[in-house]
Every structure is written in structure tokens, then in C-alpha cells.
């Protein structure tokens, strides 16, 4: 169009034109339709009589699609099986950053209330109770702070994976219906899964980094190993969010299981995972609730790096191995229910 | 790998059908939703899939789209077996589902960039990529808003706008129009048919008859899983519908009433409840008779057969049923 009728584009137009003609790859006329008609820019002005007004002559001339993909299909389909499960974290995190404000000040504002209410209000009063010993295990008792940071770590970790893997998952399948836009693309479902736990994972990398930063200016954290808390804790988050993916893939219909897992499994959990007293306090009715918690193992890990809490060394391997048990049944059975439901 | 002699195949491969499906078949629990369809799409041809809600044309579309397995029956997309190279199928296509699944928490630009990634394809081609499909869309001024300011036919034409991020020769629409006012269903066709004239090869399920009428160079009817008739629009109209319709009124209790008395006027007579159908090649001579037989009609209208008569002989009068 640059060529034939220059006299007819208006500037405007004309710049646009030589826009995306820079833009284009070299191989072909920039105006061409299809890159194997090399004579189709001859043929399309051809069809333009003289007295068509710019507005048509300019519908007419125009390339609808005038970038080509600098892609075959089968290279496109070969990058996707190979870095799919990055493409849909890329999306993931784009998503995240339109709610970026609210999941800084979550990350935030999360810690310091609680480690007011537990270092400054509770703290005061357990301390100055002698009755209360909360051993490291060596004899030593540890100021409760200190006791409690790991659980509210680990805690802080579980309440983000709990909201992220029960209303997003179902609205990806069911509100929204945002999953079934990938899945027209060369993208697998279980690269969806993938991508959203990895998304997962960096937004829980996110809170309890700065979760320990305050942890820290509030002196709650007395070895120099606690910072593997960071760790240790996002991986309660993934061994908690990973299953309750599955589960969530699978509800077909919304009749407020979210608000019963939050009321029925995260509360319970959150009270009775040796979170705010050692677990061996409690009657025995109720400890199995610590045992297959993995905000008790991840509490006690915690424990074990932030204050030299001293259990025996099967006992923190089993913490471990507990957890990464959870993240690969989860994850397997994710993988399982969302290439079920979206191949339907 | 077999892939790679395909890259080198596909080009050559042009005369060859885009789509190939023979009998297939798609069961859910003991439901046939499509119950033994053959067809062949050629490049660069408008393929249409016409039939009443629940037919099975969504289904047969996500069977092509290297979304949903079949059941039985062989399917092949650009040579390919989606069942067994779903990725590789699906990176040749563009989208358009029934209903639009943008992603709303994104900005307009952000969901076609997106959505582009998923074809690994660099960000130096999508930023300007997507540019230019918004101009295309006519969406350029929304391009930094959310999606959710969008209207229905701005959310529509953004949806087609994503499909074609990866530059496809085939492109599938699943009622790419139903819901719009009949401004954005004309802007929507301008902008298909345009592709159309570009190469892109559309297959396209729709129960508006004009719409099929307006794109489809061939098309199908679909009813209970099963094909009804197959052809161009004027060869189906041909076949199963005479040149010209006459429509008469008589008021809705009269029209059962004088029908008996309408018999051997034109080729073939239909009793609606609100008015009745004579199907003749002249519609004004057939007319003619009927006030020949001194019967009095509210109104009369002769109008020219239409892909309607077509389909609603073939799926049945949804009023009557």
C-alpha cells in the first residue's frame, strides 16, 4: 500500500503503515496477506477502482493480519510442551500484580499485628508466669515470642495457600472460566497446575521472606540458621495448598465448602498444631490434629532452626519427609482432576 | 521425530483437507452428544455448523479444537491426530469459545500478550502483534482498560482479537455472535469476513441463519448428533426448500381452521400457530389462487426462501415441539 497509492493514505495512516511494516519480519511484502502470495500486494490494489473513498480504500488495502508469527504451529506447540508450565506462571504473576497492593500489605500488616498482640500483649503475660516453662529442649525456657514465630510463620504461609487454591482454582473452572482460555492453546492442563503452583509458590516465597524480616526487628528469631524458616514455612503453604487444589478442582457446584474448610480444617488446625503451647499439653484426644497437621511439622522444622529446639533427628526428617509427602500426592492428584475436568 | 518431517510437510500439504473427520462418535455415559459425523474442510473455505441447542455442535467443535478426546471414529486436523498431538493441533488454531473466558483481573493489551505467551512466542513480536489486532478490533482506545468496562460486543471482539494472537490459518468460532445487538454482530461479521478474504479458513457453529448465510460457503446441519444435510446455502435451500415462501395470517384461531381448504396450492403447505406456510416457486401466482378461492388473508407476504425454511424442515418446528 506504501508503494501504489501514496497520494490516497492519509499521513496518519501512512506513518502506521511503516510502523508495523519496520515491525514486520523481512522475509515478504509488509502488506501482503499471506506470505506465500508475493504477488498479492499487486493483486489487492488491482482490485481497488478509483473511486472507493480512503475510508474503503484503506479497509480494502489493509493487512488484517499483517504480522506473521516468527513461528511455525509445531515450533509454537514444541516451545509450549517444553516451558509451558513458565508461560502460565507468567500469567499467573501478571494476575498477582493487579492485586499487588493488597498482597504486599497482606504480607506485611499480617506479621506485625500478631507479633504486637503476641511479643508485646501475650508475651508480657506468659513470661512473667513461672508456671508456664517452654523448654527448647535443653533445659533452657525461651522467651514466648520466640516460641510462637515459627507457628505464626508457618501459619502465615497456610492462610495464603488456603486463599489461593480454593476461590481462584474454582473460578478459573467455573466463574470465570479463565482455565478454558489456555486450554485452547498448545498449553496442557497439568502445565496449568504447574504454573499456578509455582505462582503459588512465589507469592508464598514473597510473605514469608518478609514475614521473617519482621520476625527478626522483633527479635523473635535467635539462630543463625532460622532463616531457612523461609523455606520451610512456604513449604507447609505448598504441602497444605497442593491437596486442597485437588479438592477444589473437583466441586462441581458452590455450596460454601470453602467457608467449611476455612471454619472446619484451617481454624482447627491453626489452634491445635502446637501453635500457641507445645502440642504435648494437649490431651491426647486431640493431638492426632498436631500429627497430620503440616503446620505442626512445619511449626516444629521452624522451631527446630529458629531456637535450637532439640528433637531427635528422625523426628525433623519426618517433619520433612511429611511434607514433601503432602506437595506430591496433592500435586498428583491436581495434575489428575484438572486434566479430567478440562478435557471433557 | 515425526514432528519434524511434518514441519517439512505441512506447506505442500495445501490442497489437502484442513480438517478430515469420519464417524465420529463422542459418548458421555451412555449419551451419543455426536453420534457418527463425517465431514472434510478445505483451506481456506467457511465451514458452518448449524443446528438447534444441544445438537452437538460444541462438542464436535472442542473435538476439533484438541480439547476434548473422542470416542470412536477417526479425526485428523492439518494431518494431524488431536488425540495424540493435542499441543501440536492446537498451536495451529485460533479459538473463539462460546463464551468468552477473558481473563478479567488483566488489562485489554495484557490478556491478547497473555494469551500470545502461550505459543512461546517473544514478546518483540507480541507487543506489536497486539497492537495491532486491537486496530483490527477497534478496541485501540480500550487497549490500557480492564475487561470488565468492556461491552458484550467489545468483550466478543477482544476474544477474536486473542485467537488470532498466534497468527492462524484456521480459525473456530463457537456462536461467535449470539448475545450482541445487531450492530456488533454486523462489525463482528466485517471483521470475519476479512479474514476470510485473508486466507483464514472458519468453521463456525451458529443457530442464526443469516449469519451462516452471510459467511459460510458450505455448512452442515447438525440435529441429535447426526447430519441432517450438507451444502452450500443456496444448494440446501435448493434441495430442501422451494424459490419462494408465502406467508399467510388468518388470526391465530382461523389459521387450522382454512388450512384443509389451502390443499394443491403450491408444493407443500405448513400449519403454524400463528400463520401458515405455502411452499411454491411463485409465490405471487400461488397468491392469486388462494384469493381465487375467495379466502381473505389478514396478511400476506411473499418473501424468498431462506437457509430458515432449510433448517427448521430438517431439525423440526421448535414452536410445535
Redesign the interface.
Given at each position: 500500500m506504501t508503494e501504489q497509492q501514496p497520494s490516497q493514505v492519509p499521513g496518519g495512516q501512512e506513518a502506521e503503515a511503516a510502523?508495523?511494516a519496520s515491525?514486520e519480519p523481512a522475509a515478504g511484502p509488509a502488506q501482503a496477506?499471506?506470505p506465500?502470495?508475493a504477488a498479492a500486494a499487486g493483486s489487492v490494489d488491482a482490485r481497488v477502482p478509483a473511486q472507493l473513498t480512503l475510508r474503503e480504500v484503506d479497509?480494502l488495502t489493509r493487512?488484517?493480519?499483517?504480522?506473521?508469527?516468527?513461528?511455525?504451529?509445531?515450533?509454537?506447540?514444541?516451545?509450549?510442551?517444553n516451558?509451558?508450565s513458565f508461560?502460565?506462571m507468567?500469567?499467573w504473576l501478571?494476575?498477582l500484580r493487579?492485586?499487588g497492593w493488597t498482597v504486599l500489605m497482606t504480607a506485611v500488616g499480617t506479621p506485625l499485628v500478631y507479633l504486637f498482640a503476641m511479643g508485646v500483649g501475650l508475651a508480657t503475660l506468659v513470661d512473667a508466669n513461672t508456671d508456664v516453662s517452654l523448654d527448647a529442649g535443653n533445659g533452657q525456657a525461651v522467651p514466648y515470642l520466640v516460641f510462637v514465630a515459627p507457628a505464626l510463620l508457618a501459619t502465615a504461609a497456610i492462610m495464603v495457600a488456603s486463599e489461593e487454591n480454593t476461590y481462584s482454582v474454582m473460578s478459573g473452572f467455573k466463574w470465570?472460566?479463565?482455565?478454558?482460555?489456555?486450554?485452547?492453546?498448545?498449553?496442557?492442563s497439568q502445565q496449568l497446575v504447574n504454573g499456578h503452583s509455582m505462582g503459588v509458590l512465589a507469592r508464598l516465597l514473597l510473605t514469608t521472606g518478609l514475614y521473617f524480616l519482621c520476625l527478626v526487628l522483633f527479635g523473635a528469631v535467635v539462630e543463625p540458621t532460622g532463616w531457612v524458616m523461609i523455606f520451610t514455612a512456604a513449604l507447609a503453604g505448598m504441602s497444605f495448598g497442593l491437596p486442597l487444589m485437588a479438592y477444589s478442582a473437583g466441586i462441581e457446584e458452590d455450596r460454601g465448602q470453602f467457608a467449611l474448610v476455612q471454619r472446619f480444617i484451617v481454624m482447627p488446625l491453626f489452634l491445635f498444631s502446637g501453635t500457641f503451647f507445645p502440642l504435648d499439653a494437649m490431651p491426647l484426644l486431640v493431638r492426632w490434629i498436631g500429627w497430620v497437621s503440616p503446620l505442626w511439622h512445619s511449626t516444629e522444622l521452624g522451631r527446630v532452626l529458629s531456637y535450637g529446639y532439640a528433637e531427635p533427628l528422625w523426628l525433623t526428617a519426618l517433619h520433612v519427609a511429611y511434607l514433601a509427602v503432602l506437595c506430591v500426592v496433592g500435586w498428583i492428584f491436581a495434575r489428575r482432576v484438572y486434566i479430567r475436568r478440562?478435557?471433557? | 521425530m515425526p514432528q519434524t518431517s511434518l514441519s517439512h510437510r505441512l506447506p505442500q500439504q495445501a490442497p489437502a483437507a484442513v480438517i478430515t473427520a469420519r464417524d465420529v462418535v463422542k459418548t458421555y455415559g451412555d449419551f451419543n452428544a455426536v453420534d457418527g459425523i463425517s465431514f472434510d474442510v478445505q483451506p481456506g473455505e467457511s465451514f458452518g455448523l448449524l443446528g438447534p441447542n444441544g445438537a452437538g455442535k460444541s462438542t464436535t467443535m472442542r473435538m476439533i479444537g484438541g480439547v476434548s478426546q473422542r470416542t470412536a471414529g477417526e479425526l485428523s486436523i492439518m494431518g494431524l491426530d488431536p488425540d495424540q498431538h493435542g499441543p501440536e493441533v492446537r498451536a495451529h488454531l485460533g479459538v473463539v469459545p462460546q463464551q468468552d473466558n477473558l481473563d478479567e483481573e488483566l488489562k485489554v493489551r495484557d490478556n491478547l500478550i497473555v494469551y500470545g505467551r502461550y505459543f512461546g512466542l517473544p514478546y518483540s513480536y507480541l507487543r506489536p502483534k497486539a497492537d495491532e489486532l486491537l486496530e483490527f478490533a477497534q478496541l485501540t482506545d480500550k487497549a490500557k482498560a480492564k475487561v470488565d468496562a468492556l461491552s458484550g460486543g467489545m468483550k466478543r471482539r477482544l476474544t477474536i482479537a486473542r485467537s488470532l494472537m498466534n497468527d492462524p490459518k484456521v480459525l473456530l468460532l463457537d456462536e461467535p455472535t449470539t448475545g450482541l445487538d445487531p450492530q456488533a454482530r454486523h462489525i463482528l461479521w466485517d471483521r470475519l469476513f476479512r479474514l476470510k478474504e485473508a486466507g483464514v479458513t472458519l468453521i463456525l457453529t451458529t443457530h442464526y441463519m443469516d449469519e451462516a448465510e452471510q459467511l459460510c460457503d458450505r455448512l452442515i446441519v447438525v440435529d441429535k448428533g447426526k447430519i441432517m444435510a450438507e451444502g452450500s446455502p443456496a444448494a440446501l435451500i435448493r434441495e430442501h426448500s422451494t424459490r419462494e415462501v408465502l406467508e399467510l395470517r388468518f388470526g391465530s384461531e382461523r389459521n387450522t381452521t382454512v388450512a384443509p381448504e389451502l390443499g394443491g396450492i403450491g408444493e407443500r403447505l405448513e400449519t403454524l400457530p400463528d400463520r401458515v406456510l405455502i411452499y411454491a416457486d411463485d409465490g405471487e401466482a400461488a397468491l392469486e389462487q388462494v384469493s381465487n378461492r375467495g379466502l381473505r388473508p389478514i396478511t400476506s407476504l411473499v418473501r424468498r426462501s431462506s437457509l430458515e425454511d432449510v433448517f427448521l424442515r430438517l431439525t423440526g418446528r421448535s414452536l410445535i415441539d
Open positions: 510502523s508495523h515491525a496477506p499471506e506465500d502470495a479497509a493487512p488484517v493480519t499483517g504480522l506473521r508469527s516468527p513461528l511455525t504451529p509445531l515450533q509454537s506447540a514444541e516451545r509450549a510442551r516451558f509451558g508461560y502460565y507468567e500469567h501478571r494476575q493487579g492485586y470465570r472460566k479463565t482455565y478454558y482460555g489456555p486450554n485452547a492453546s498448545p498449553l496442557q478440562l478435557g471433557k | -
